[in-house]
Structures are given as C-alpha cells and as structure tokens.
C-alpha cells in the first residue's frame, strides 16, 4: 500500500472507519471471499451467479 496514494490512503481510512482491515495477502480459503475465489478460479467468472455470493455468505456450498 503506497501512502502517498490518495486512493490508497482513502481506502485505509475506509476499512478503519468500518472496522475492517486491507491487505494485500489472498484470503482464507475457508472466508466467503476465499471460496468464491476457488469457485471462478475452477469454473471461470463468467459461472459466477448472486446465488453463489449468498451461499457463500451463508456458509452453504458453491454449486456450479
């Protein structure tokens, strides 16, 4: 993250305000954002439904 960036600066002060945080490492294959990852990665974005998001948010499994 460059601070010297406004756009990266903003979007530090974003996760900080909404009590998240930003990085730059993949996320946790078990996250949400980790298995819908998996899932594109294995049937290509183009598979990827608003179902898949909320199965994921959910915890259910990801289901071509």
């Known amino acids: 993250?460059?601070?010297n960036n406004p756009q990266d600066v903003g979007a530090a002060f974003g996760a900080v305000i909404l009590g998240g945080t930003l990085s730059e490492?993949?996320?946790p294959p078990d996250s949400?954002?980790?298995r819908v990852?998996?899932?594109t990665?294995?049937?290509g974005?183009?598979?990827l439904k608003p179902e898949h998001i909320r199965a994921a948010?959910?915890?259910r499994p990801l289901l071509p």
């Open 1 to 3: 993250m460059d601070m």
């Open 25 to 27: 490492e993949p996320p």
């Open 32 to 34: 949400p954002l980790g």
């Open 37 to 39: 990852r998996a899932f």
């Open 41 to 43: 990665a294995e049937h």
């Open 45 to 47: 974005e183009a598979a």
């Open 57 to 59: 948010q959910d915890g």
